[in-house]
């Protein structure tokens, strides 16, 4: 009862944010606003700035940026304000998309060591499975913008961690949707879902025993004051999925629309090269403040995973490994 009136609440709330903003937009300019967790310095909300700025410089949009959860530190909150109709471009991810829009296919993009190369990503909207994924997304109100590589996630934690038995009891933060269950499930931690802004305090309070983040992140949060270790198992290859609603993009012109499309299309793929680049020096930052990296067995975590897929846990198609390859060219 009390989430029923909640959504009431909030779609109330987005009905008249987005006639407040659509009216400020028929004055002349389209307003939207680029809204995520991460911190100012991480690649993603670079990303952000760089679409926004470019989106004012053409003169049709009125664009800004929010990051740090400075509108919420909850994604997935975000994504139901954007879906409910406030003017929102929110950086989400695969997974959570999965889980919020009942679409489990679509996990594979981040299930663990499935992709493991970003340069696969520039050919991902031209394959059929992103364009019925897209469908299955828009008929629930939110359009599937943009895939942007966003770098490999490992182990942050209070304790050396070298194999997955390191892992066992200790409490972890990670994704609260399907893949970030399975992880915890075969790897053997306990899965801690809060949000990302909750999780520094939660490591310094010792309510945590650390978290699953890619190192952009984690040098944005300056995690090295909290964690002492870092466990290079790679399991996942985070993508940034950019949604926003499909009654943003219908309000717009269709000469303004393609312009907007296009604009994060073309940031996403720059960015994510941005991002691989610089994950080297984000390593480097966070041993100079004296974390130590533990290189691992990756066939070891591998392994351990491998049950996932053959008990079908995420609910997979048949053969969608094999076809999602296929149409990748891999």
Same mark, same amino acid.
Not at 36 to 61: C, H, I, P, W, Y
Not at 141 to 165: D, E, Q
């Given at each position: 009862?009390?989430?029923? +009136?909640? /959504?009431? !609440?909030? $779609? %109330?709330?987005?009905?008249?944010?987005?006639? #407040?903003?659509? &009216?400020?937009?028929?004055?002349?300019?389209?307003?939207?606003?680029?809204?995520?967790?991460?911190?100012?310095?991480?690649?993603?909300?670079?990303?952000?700035?760089?679409?926004?700025?470019?989106?004012?410089?053409?003169?049709?949009?009125?664009? +800004?940026? /929010?990051? !740090?959860? $400075? %509108?919420?530190?909850?994604?997935?909150?975000? #994504?139901?304000? &954007?879906?409910?109709?406030?003017?929102?471009?929110?950086?989400?991810?695969?997974?959570?998309?999965?889980?919020?829009?009942?679409?489990?296919?679509?996990?594979?993009?981040?299930?663990?060591?499935?992709?493991?190369?970003?340069?696969?990503?520039?050919?991902?909207?031209?394959?059929?499975?992103?364009?019925?994924?897209?469908?299955?997304?828009?008929?629930?109100?939110?359009?599937?913008?943009?895939?942007?590589?966003?770098?490999?996630?490992?182990?942050?934690?209070?304790?050396?961690?070298?194999?997955?038995?390191?892992?066992?009891?200790?409490?972890?933060?990670?994704?609260?949707?399907?893949?970030?269950?399975?992880?915890?499930?075969?790897?053997?931690?306990?899965?801690?879902?809060?949000?990302?802004?909750?999780?520094?305090?939660?490591?310094?309070?010792?309510?945590?025993?650390?978290?699953?983040?890619?190192?952009?992140?984690?040098?944005?949060?300056?995690?090295?004051?909290?964690?002492?270790?870092?466990?290079?198992?790679?399991?996942?290859?985070?993508?940034?999925?950019?949604?926003?609603?499909?009654?943003?993009?219908?309000?717009?012109?269709?000469?303004?629309?393609?312009?907007?499309?296009?604009?994060?299309?073309?940031?996403?793929?720059?960015?994510?090269?941005?991002?691989?680049?610089?994950?080297?020096?984000?390593?480097?930052?966070?041993?100079?403040?004296?974390?130590?990296?533990?290189?691992?067995?990756?066939?070891?975590?591998?392994?351990?995973?491998?049950?996932?897929?053959?008990?079908?846990?995420?609910?997979?198609?048949?053969?969608?490994?094999?076809?999602?390859?296929?149409?990748?060219?891999?």
């Amino acid at each position: 009862m009390k989430r029923n +009136k909640f /959504l009431k !609440a909030l $779609a %109330l709330l987005a009905a008249a944010f987005f006639s #407040v903003a659509m &009216a400020s937009g028929q004055a002349g300019k389209i307003p939207v606003t680029f809204a995520g967790t991460e911190a100012a310095t991480t690649t993603q909300s670079k990303m952000m700035q760089a679409v926004a700025d470019v989106l004012n410089t053409d003169g049709r949009f009125d664009a +800004k940026v /929010l990051v !740090a959860g $400075a %509108l919420s530190s909850d994604t997935n909150a975000l #994504v139901t304000q &954007a879906k409910l109709g406030i003017p929102l471009v929110v950086p989400s991810d695969p997974g959570r998309l999965a889980s919020q829009f009942a679409i489990p296919d679509l996990n594979i993009l981040m299930a663990p060591y499935i992709l493991t190369d970003p340069a696969v990503l520039k050919n991902l909207p031209d394959t059929e499975l992103f364009k019925e994924w897209s469908k299955k997304l828009e008929a629930q109100g939110i359009v599937f913008v943009a895939n942007m590589y966003n770098g490999f996630r490992n182990f942050y934690t209070t304790k050396p961690v070298k194999t997955v038995k390191d892992l066992s009891g200790l409490r972890i933060r990670g994704f609260g949707n399907d893949i970030g269950n399975a992880l915890a499930k075969y790897f053997g931690f306990a899965n801690i879902a809060i949000s990302f802004g909750e999780v520094f305090p939660a490591i310094q309070q010792k309510t945590l025993d650390g978290t699953e983040v890619q190192v952009s992140a984690a040098a944005g949060a300056a995690f090295w004051d909290v964690t002492k270790y870092i466990a290079m198992t790679k399991h996942y290859m985070l993508q940034t999925s950019f949604v926003c609603s499909t009654r943003l993009l219908n309000s717009m012109p269709q000469e303004a629309k393609q312009f907007f499309l296009k604009t994060i299309r073309d940031k996403a793929l720059e960015y994510g090269t941005i991002a691989e680049k610089d994950e080297a020096a984000y390593y480097d930052q966070m041993k100079q403040h004296g974390v130590i990296l533990n290189e691992v067995n990756l066939k070891e975590f591998q392994d351990a995973i491998a049950p996932l897929y053959t008990n079908n846990d995420l609910k997979f198609s048949p053969g969608l490994k094999e076809k999602l390859f296929k149409q990748l060219g891999m």
